[in-house]
């Protein structure tokens, strides 16, 4: 069993109230395969890069095990670029420049030994490549999808044949009004679920995640921190850690689609406190399994007795 | 034991995108004392109106059995009357217009039957006024507090020390970091209890609410609804649900709290599915149990065995 991931692997520039950092190491693709690598053994990375990505970026990815067969280098290009702001509000943020370099006409090949993979993660990009890269699988057991306001404001076509073939849709909440074109989320939930995506999960930020499945929504919080220094990355670390859990637990029902849900918002709470991934690379257990006891402790509403007892 | 509520009673006339009412009856107090009904025998109400309040207003409060010895009539005088407009985004509204009428120079005297109280209960209000209720009660064991952008502007020395004498305030995400002056909403939690209250609960509108106290942090969800018709009084409804179930069980402690919090959020819920405080006129018993069960359901998350089990 592996997780297939495939999305970007950037050069990022941020800016944050906090601080700024120049062509560090980012991507979609990037995020989401270091933060599956705490859960799950066997990652396998479908991207591309130039030849001006650090090979010190490279090792990283390596230590962490992760498969980098599916990593296409071209040696005559350079790496996706983006620059970024943040302001005080970490939930807003305005791009400063995307040069798509290598991700211009990028049809990635997936390699022959990732064909069995039974989790299919398909980080955020032009919705044709994410069927592509999906149509490549044999016959995954779990394909789990994100996508952004670009897609579903510019190939709105090309992105419903991709929900009709997805178990899974992670999205932001701002997205999520977008693509059902209904300001409550509940109702756009719905509505977004009948496109396909039998298991949908919204973000919301620092207002946490809500998770809606047959019958079922679920809140989880997200995770109060004093100090964020670079929201960057903080989705794809969610669904790095969502997919990566369940792949550890082998079985997607209700109750490890809601712990799947806190262990990414988990991950999420972490690659905030530093710029880039930084915090991804030498994790311990225990700083998870710390974090993980906190959002219970956050969420967990002590027993009614009795919910009502005098009328007044 | 009683809980005496100071705050307005007023004629609202709200827009929203569902529809439009006219000199509904509103004002905190109303909303607040209402809902703390269902939850406790003895409310009394201090507040004032003018000629204008229809009497089958008055009656809705009778019926909930509200004390309104401490509700001044000015028959010389127009009721405080608010205009405002909710968009789509129903955590945004616009004060269209403002008549104070009898809220200019209000002064409450706290009938002697009142001064008893063992839980005060200060709705928005200049901070000289609700200090003034406050030090006319003999010895409340319990004093909440709510506030609003205009006195945090207006009054800041006047609501310090309004502050200083408060056990619990309850205010919302953006009051809060403006009265910090910090806008992490963790570090302007430890700064507002600096100033007084030991335990603060921030409303967050659709986002839910935090709580907190010593050592202690708690966010509750909002439930998710289809139909919101009227955002209006659902701040006060949930300071109304809060108090009413601590007096219920006559203990404030940590796990009292959080599920005070769920009960505020519980009737809260309730009463934006109608224009004005209509849906807190007779509610039923089941109805109130439901939704609370609704709200541990929303957010319990099932217990993880193992939290973390490879590192990868």
Partial sequence: MSILVVGTVALDSVETPFGTAENIF???????????????????????????????????????????????????????????????????????????????????????????????????????????????????????????????????????????EVDCLIINDAEARELADEP????????IRALGPDILVIKKGEHGAMLFTDGIMFSAPAFPLEDIQDPTGAGDTFLGGFVGYLAQKGVIDTPTLKRAVIYGSAMASFVVEAFGPERLLNMEHEAIHKRLRAFRELSKIPAFEVPVQSEG
């Fill in 26 to 164: 980012g991507g979609s693709a990037t995020y989401a395969t270091l933060s599956a690598s705490y859960f799950y053994e066997t990652i396998q990375l479908v991207s591309v890069v130039g030849h001006d990505l650090p090979e010190s970026y490279l090792q990283a990815l390596h230590e962490r095990n992760i498969d980098v067969e599916g990593l296409e280098l071209r040696s005559d290009q350079k790496t996706f670029a983006w620059r970024g702001r943040y302001h005080y509000d970490l939930n807003e943020r305005d791009t400063l420049a995307t040069d798509l370099n290598v991700l211009e006409g990028f049809d990635p090949t997936v390699p022959a030994s990732y064909r069995a993979a039974s989790i299919v993660c398909l980080g955020n990009l032009d919705p044709s490549v994410q069927r592509s890269v999906l149509h490549q699988v044999d016959a995954p057991a779990f394909v789990v999808a994100d996508t952004m306001n670009f897609w579903i404001q510019q190939t709105p076509d090309s992105l419903r044949k991709l929900l009709a």
């Fill in 184 to 191: 409550n989320l509940i109702r756009a939930a719905a509505q």
